[in-house]
């Protein structure tokens, strides 16, 4: 086992791991928080289980993937025994909800009044609440899924009284950007949609997660008023697709 974690990915993982950790820490300082109050959830899609669980030893408690067939391939493979927790947070599709309500303790891309009610319906089914963040289109692209801002609280208010979800927050993947300015931008009008919702005090609407940076920008996010950061290359390294055969 000791060879196995002499692995050059695995020492990588290691200091990246570090390297990450330290400047969310630093980033949330200057943003007059404490470190504590920044997630950092690994986005780790196509990096292998145990890639992975070697990251939940380096003490990675929060894992996301964007599609629902590879969270279920490295669902057994992963260490849950350890206290991490899996989300979802890439676009779902409603007929895929049934297979992951059980297996996530959050969606983070619901951005339909038809997903929400299936993930509430699978969740009833399961005996739970699910926790969910509502995605924002914050630069209005056609090619991203979320919810276009002006829309947002109507949408909040619509799927607030189904009993199988609990709103938690917001998540937004913002446009490239020439520059930081234009960047923190979207970043800052996501915080004050989220300050915004928190200040109407909707039923079943708690603003308890902002989910928004990844590797190219996590600090400008937390500067910004992220509560959440989702890093994948950054962490893991460049990521590697399957070949096609």
Not at 88 to 94: A, F, M, Y
Not at 165 to 188: A, K, Q, V, W
């Amino acid at each position: 086992m000791t060879e196995k974690y002499s692995d050059p990915r695995f020492l990588a993982v290691e200091e990246n791991y570090k390297y990450i950790t330290e400047r969310i820490a630093q980033a949330a300082v200057r943003s007059c928080r404490n470190p504590e109050d920044i997630t950092f959830l690994a986005a780790t899609k196509t990096v292998p289980a145990e890639v992975i669980n070697h990251a939940i030893r380096c003490g990675l408690r929060y894992v996301g993937e964007n599609r629902v067939q590879e969270y279920l391939s490295k669902y057994e493979s992963i260490d849950w025994a350890s206290g991490v927790q899996g989300q979802i947070i890439g676009r779902l599709q409603t007929n895929k909800v049934k297979y992951i309500v059980d297996k996530v303790s959050c969606i983070q891309s619901v951005d339909s009044v038809k997903l929400a009610k299936e993930i509430s319906r699978q969740a009833e089914k399961n005996g739970r609440r699910m926790p969910v963040l509502v995605e924002v289109n914050i630069g209005a692209e056609e090619n991203k899924g979320g919810i276009a801002p002006d829309g947002l609280e109507d949408f909040l208010q619509e799927i607030a009284g189904l009993p199988g979800i609990r709103i938690d927050g917001l998540m937004t993947i913002p446009p490239i950007c020439e520059d930081n300015t234009e960047l923190c931008n979207y970043f800052s009008r996501m915080q004050q949609y989220f300050i915004d919702i928190q200040t109407k005090k909707l039923d079943n609407v708690s603003m308890n997660c902002l989910s928004m940076g990844m590797s190219s920008d996590y600090e400008e996010a937390i500067l910004c008023g992220a509560t959440m950061v989702r890093i994948g290359s950054s962490l893991f390294g460049a990521r590697i697709y399957p070949q096609n055969k």
